[in-house]
C-alpha cells in the first residue's frame, strides 16, 4: 500500500506554508513517519525487491502517457461491450421474433397487438440490450478489481486540478459510466462542498448503461462500420461536457480553492473470474429487475398511448394520444430533423434512459413498421441521428438520479438548475451538431 | 505480486527497439491507409485502430532512453507495452471469436464473415510480439549456457 499525493500547482509555493498545510497531509507524514522509524529499527537495508505493481504504475501514472493508456484501457472496454455483445443481442432478438410469429396469431386483434406490440415489441426489444449492459458492467468490475481505476483518478487528477475540479472527482465520474445514481451517490467522498456540489451536478452527464441500447441501435444503423468507435465516441463527448461544464461552474458560481489528491493506490490485483462476474451479476440484475417491473408496466403505458386515440382503439397512430403529444412539442425539435416519434420517445426517457428505445420500438411496431431499424432510416438522417445520440448522452438521465440529486444537495433549487441546465445543454450540442453536420455534409 | 522475469531486464532494449519500431511503423501506415492517402488494406482502415498502434508504439520507444542509461525503470515500459499490446489483441480476438459463433450460428449479419476482416495489426502484430519475448527468452538461455560452460572451463 502506498500513499500518492499531489499538491495543486498553486500551493506549491514553500513560502506560502500557511496555505500549504492540509490536517490529511499531516496525518499522512505522521503514520508514515511513525512507519519509518520502526522500520528502521527492525529492517536491514539492502536491494529492495522491485516489483511488478511498482513498473506498472511506473507508466500508467506517467505525465505524458498515463492519459493516451487511459484512453486506449476506454476504447477497449466500449469496443469489447459493443463488438462482443452484437451476436448475443441477434439470438435474443431473433428469439423475441419467433415468439412473435406465435403471438401475432392471438384470435383477439387488441390483445394479439398488446401482447406482439406492447409487451414483446417493448420489454422484448429492450432485452436484446442485456448482453451489452452485462458487458459493460463485467468490464467495468474487471478494471476496479485490477486497481487500475484508482489510478485512472490519479492520472487524470492532473487535468481536473487545471480545469478547477478535484481529482477525487474522477472516481464518481468513471462510477457514471454505469449509473448515474451511483455516481450522484459517490460525490459523496469528494472534498469540499463546492468540489461535492460541482461533482454532483456534472455526473449525470457521464454516460450511463441506460443510454447504452439507444446508442447501439442507433451506430450500429446508421453508423455500421465506426458502430465500436461512435459508441466510444459518446463516452467521450460525456467526459468532456463535465469536464468543461465543472470548468465553468468553478470559475463562476461554485469557486472555492484546491484541495490536494491524497490517495491510497492499493497493489495490483489479478481480478479472479468469480469477483468479477460476480459484481457484474449484482450490477446487471438491477436492469432485468426494471425490464421486469417499471420497463414493462412503462411498455404498457406506451403501447396504450400508441393505440388509443380521442376515437377510441386503433385509430392510426398519428392520431393516438402518443401521436398527439409527440406533434405538439416536435416544432420545437424540427431543426434537429427530430420526427414526432423521437420526440415522443425523448419525453419517456425522463423516467428512464432505456425507455427511448422501448417507445420507439413500440411506435414503430403499432406504426406496422417491422423492423425499427428501416422505420428509424426513414425518419432520420445521419446527421439527426448523431444529434439525437448527443441530446440523449446530454439530458436528464432519469427520474432516479433527479431523486439523488435532491437528496445529495439537499436542495430542490440545485435540483431544478441539475435538470434545466441538462436539457437546455442537450438541446444547444444537439443544434450544433446539427448546424456543422449541415455546413459540412449537408 | 511476480517479481520481473530476469529475460525481460537483460533484453529490454533489444525487445523495447525492434517491438517499438514494430508497432509504430504498422501505425503510421494504418493511418495514412485510414486516410486514404495509400491503397487500402483489408483490416487496416480503421484510423482509430491505427493511434491504438502508436500509443503502444510510444509506450515501448519511450523506455528506449532510461534502458540505455541503465536505469531499471526502463523496463516498466517494455512490461506494460506488452501489457497494454495484449490488451489491444485480446478484445480484437474476442471480437473474432463472437462474429466466428455468429457465423458458425448462421446469422444474417455474419454470412459474409471471413476471418481475414478482423485479422487486424493488433492481432498479428501481438503475435510478432511473443515471438520476439520467445526468442529473448531462448537468447538468454543460450547465453547463460555459454557463459556456464566458459567459467567451467576457465575454472
Known amino acids: 500500500m502506498k500513499v500518492t499525493e499531489r499538491i495543486p500547482e498553486s500551493e506549491e509555493d514553500p513560502f506560502d ?72 443481442m441477434a439470438m435474443i432478438e431473433a428469439l423475441f421474433t419467433w415468439l412473435g410469429g406465435f403471438t401475432s396469431q392471438i384470435p383477439i386483434p387488441w390483445l394479439a397487438s398488446l401482447v406482439t406490440e406492447g409487451v414483446l415489441g417493448g420489454v422484448g426489444f429492450i432485452l436484446t440490450f442485456v448482453p451489452p449492459i452485462f458487458l459493460l458492467y463485467l468490464a467495468i468490475s474487471i478494471l476496479e478489481d485490477t486497481g487500475y481505476l484508482s489510478r485512472a483518478a490519479f492520472v487524470m487528477d492532473r487535468w481536473m486540478t487545471k480545469l478547477g475540479l478535484h481529482g477525487r472527482s474522477f472516481i464518481p465520474l468513471l462510477l457514471g459510466f454505469g449509473c448515474s445514481v451511483a455516481a450522484v451517490m459517490a460525490a459523496r467522498t469528494v472534498d469540499g462542498e463546492s468540489n461535492r456540489l460541482t461533482t454532483i451536478l456534472v455526473s449525470p452527464l457521464m454516460s450511463c448503461a441506460g443510454r447504452l441500447p439507444l446508442y447501439i441501435l442507433i451506430a450500429g444503423v446508421f453508423f455500421p462500420n465506426l458502430a465500436g468507435t461512435m459508441v466510444f465516441l459518446m463516452y467521450i463527448i460525456g467526459i468532456i461536457m463535465a469536464v468543461i461544464i465543472a470548468m465553468v461552474l468553478k470559475r463562476t458560481i461554485l469557486q472555492e480553492e484546491s484541495s490536494p489528491l491524497i490517495m491510497e493506490l492499493s497493489m495490483y490485483q489479478m481480478p479472479t473470474a468469480h469477483g468479477s462476474f460476480r459484481h457484474m451479476w449484482d450490477r446487471g440484475v438491477l436492469f432485468l429487475r426494471q425490464a ?61 434512459k432505456e425507455a427511448v428505445v422501448q417507445s420507439l420500438s413500440i411506435i414503430f411496431a403499432v406504426s406496422g413498421e417491422t423492423a425499427i431499424e428501416s422505420a428509424l432510416m426513414a425518419v432520420l438522417s445521419p446527421i439527426s441521428a448523431f444529434a439525437l445520440m448527443l441530446f440523449v448522452l446530454l439530458y436528464v438521465p432519469c427520474l432516479a438520479t433527479i431523486g439523488a440529486v435532491r437528496k445529495e444537495t439537499g436542495s430542490w433549487k440545485w435540483t431544478a438548475f441539475s435538470v434545466i441546465y441538462q436539457i437546455l ?17 449537408g | 505480486m511476480a517479481e520481473i522475469p530476469a529475460d525481460l531486464t537483460e533484453n529490454a532494449l533489444m525487445l523495447a527497439i525492434v517491438i517499438g519500431l514494430s508497432y509504430l511503423i504498422t501505425g503510421i501506415v494504418q493511418v495514412v491507409m485510414a486516410l486514404g492517402l495509400l491503397p487500402q488494406i483489408v483490416g487496416m482502415t480503421d484510423f482509430l485502430g491505427g493511434l491504438l498502434l502508436l500509443v503502444i508504439a510510444a509506450v515501448f520507444l519511450a523506455g528506449v532512453r532510461p534502458i540505455r542509461r541503465g536505469e531499471r525503470e ?38 459474409g464473415w471471413t476471418l481475414q476482416q478482423q485479422l487486424t495489426p493488433a492481432v498479428w502484430l501481438f503475435v510478432v510480439t511473443l515471438t520476439v519475448l520467445a526468442f ?20
Request: glycine share 14%.
Open chain 1, 17 to 88: 506554508e500557511e496555505l500549504a498545510i492540509d490536517p490529511q497531509i499531516v496525518l499522512a507524514d505522521e503514520r508514515y513517519e511513525v512507519i519509518g522509524n520502526i522500520l528502521s529499527d527492525v529492517y536491514e537495508p539492502g536491494h529492495g525487491k522491485w516489483q511488478l505493481s511498482d513498473m506498472l504504475d511506473e507508466v500508467f501514472l506517467h505525465k505524458y502517457l498515463g492519459v493516451p493508456i487511459f484512453l486506449v484501457t476506454m476504447w477497449a472496454m466500449f469496443t469489447f461491450t459493443f463488438e462482443a455483445s452484437r451476436v448475443f
Open chain 1, 292 to 352: 421486469g417491473t417499471f420497463l414493462l408496466a412503462g411498455g404498457l403505458v406506451i403501447w396504450g398511448l400508441s393505440s388509443f386515440g380521442l376515437g377510441g382503439y386503433g385509430v392510426p397512430v398519428e392520431q393516438s394520444f402518443i401521436g398527439i403529444i409527440g406533434t405538439s412539442i416536435q416544432p420545437f425539435f424540427a431543426h434537429l430533423g427530430f420526427t414526432w416519434h423521437v420526440v415522443a420517445a425523448l419525453i419517456f426517457g425522463f423516467v428512464a
Open chain 1, 425 to 441: 445543454l442537450a438541446y444547444a450540442m444537439a443544434s450544433v451538431a446539427v448546424f456543422i453536420g449541415g455546413y459540412f455534409f
Open chain 2, 74 to 111: 526502463g523496463v516498466s515500459f517494455v512490461v506494460v507495452g506488452i501489457i497494454v499490446a495484449g490488451l489491444v489483441c485480446g478484445v480484437q480476438l474476442v471480437i473474432i471469436a463472437t462474429s466466428a459463433l455468429g457465423w458458425w450460428l448462421g446469422l444474417e449479419d455474419w454470412s
Open chain 2, 136 to 155: 529473448s527468452h531462448l537468447l538468454n538461455q543460450y547465453q547463460n549456457r555459454e557463459l556456464h560452460k566458459g567459467g567451467g572451463q576457465t575454472g
